[in-house]
Structures are given as C-alpha cells and as structure tokens.
C-alpha cells in the first residue's frame, strides 16, 4: 500500500488570493477579471514566462547557513545553564581548595531523591556536595507585551539584516557598478513573551560557603542572561532562603532556595509560522525611471469596456 503523501501548506498569498472575488462589471459586458491574479490576462511576465507567481519572492535557503529563527523553551532553560556556568561560575573553598559547583538540572527522578533523602548521590552512591539544583516550574504568558494578534494568520514579523550578502563581491561593488549593495533581510514572526518561573536548591557544607554563592547569584540579579551568540533574557531574583538542618546519624546539610523569575520569548517551528509569506528578500539595489508618450489617454487602460471573448473595442 503506498504512503499518503503529507498535504502541502497554503502560503500566505494563496490564502489571501482564494478571498478576493473580481469585479463584476458592467451588464452585459462580462467580467473584467481579478487585476490581483497573475495570469495571462493581466500580467505580460506570465504571458511570456508562464510562471503564475513572482519567483522574485520566492528566494531559497540552500547553502543559507542561517538557522530558521526559532527560539523554544529549552533555549530558554539553556540561556539560565549558561550564565550559572560561564558568567556566575559559583565555586567554594574547601580544605584550601577552590572547588566548582557543579550545576544539575532537577529531573524527576533527581528532584524525588532530594525530597526524599534530603541530598544527591552519585552513581558510586556518594553525596555529592556542594551542589546547585535547578528545576522550571511554571510558564506564564505576558500580556503586558504586543503579541502576533492571531496565531492562525501571524500579521506582525521582525526584520533582521544578515552581515553579509553572496551578491556583494568585493568593497567597491556600488562605485564599479553604479548599483546600490544588496542587503539580505529576515522576517520572522512575532514572537508570544512569556514569564518563566525556576526553583533553585543550593546545597554545601558549611554557611559560609552558601553565603558565597548567595551573594553571586544575587549580583546578578536584573541582568540579561544567556549566550551573547544566540538569546539573552532578563532575570529577576527576588528573595532567598536559607536553613540547617542537624539529623540524627546523618550529615549536616546546609541548604539554601531561591526562584529565578525569567521573561522570555517563544517562537516554535509550527505551520502557522511557517504561513508568512515573505521570509527571506533583498533590498533594492538599482531603481530606472523612464518616460512614455501616448497619444490618446485611454490606452493607459487596456482593461478598458472589455467584451466577453477578452478583445478591447476600439
């Protein structure tokens, strides 16, 4: 049995063709057609090409090594791995030691083992101290800030400008050419904000060594975290806990808690995204202006009191 080939999306303009109706014209005089369409009636380019849509909106991304903009919530989560690692870099001193902190993430079946025994082992079954425990807990959408307007037809994008250009050779490509340089642009959908809120456990030995990490991640606060080379967000930390806990047979545990409040951005790879129209194009690099001289006015409209078989009268 073959395969069900998947059915191919609209594009934007395909959607918004199947909504206009052509004029109906006169009585008895037939319709003047839909001046939007291009088919041969209206448009000299598909009369002499046969191509029943511009090709100069419809550019392609091969050997683009420009990602396809989208940005999801494990972008998100890394952003916050990222800064604790490589910005923050917690670290404490044990035994006149400088030891880093390593940085976990709070899967269920690690957050279970912290609710339960109170800390986290290894796979040797040691505990594993200091450490620093993150775990997402909720998403919330910000209506504070302008959205898409309607997920089923995205109506707002951004545009961005790629560094560089293949069809700009060399420095003096204007001044050889007499041409403007072309500029590469991206339109990407608007993006849905959203507010995203982390749990923080931190865990070591002695409170002096919660105070350092503390006092670091409190520094940081009201920042843009994340990678300088894909997305930063800003964080907000507004309070922290702290406690010791003595347990009989056991080990002291000082543990501190905090929650990270995170205000992103979402664009998922959807269909409804990938609808835009428009997603790549260049700019203009050369405009002609010429001059035509008619005689009689009326020829400027060739739609003008057409008959029913197409023809123009006289």
Known sequence: MARPRKPIPKTQRQLSLEQQEAFKGIENRGDAGNPNLADGNFNANVQSTGIEFNRSQEMSFKDDDTKQYSVGIQDIDEAVFYYFRNVIKPFVIQNGVRREVPIIYGAPERWKSFQRDGYYRDKSNAIMLPIIVIKRD????????????????????????????????????????????????????????????????????????????????????????????????????????????????????????????????????????????????????????????????????PLRDPTLDGRKRN
């Open 138 to 301: 909720t998403i919330t959408k910000d209506r504070s800030v302008a959205n898409k307007l309607d997920a089923n037809s995205p109506n707002l994008n951004g545009v961005w400008q790629s560094k560089f250009s293949a069809d700009n050779f060399y420095d003096n490509f204007a001044t050889l050419n007499n041409r403007k340089p072309v500029k590469t642009f991206y339109a990407v959908a608007q993006p849905d904000y959203v507010t995203m809120q982390y749990e923080c456990l931190i865990q070591t030995y002695y409170m002096s060594q919660l105070n350092k990490i503390i006092e670091a991640c409190e520094y940081a606060s009201d920042a843009y975290w994340g990678n300088p080379e894909r997305f930063k967000f800003r964080a907000f930390i507004d309070s922290f806990t702290t406690a010791t806990e003595l347990v009989q047979n056991q080990d002291r545990l000082v543990k501190g808690t905090f929650g990270i409040r995170l205000r992103g951005y979402i664009i998922p790879n959807t269909i409804q995204k990938e609808l835009k129209s428009l997603k790549k194009y260049n700019s203009r690099s050369k405009i002609t202006i010429t001059n035509e001289v008619v005689r009689d006015m009326r020829d400027l409209n």
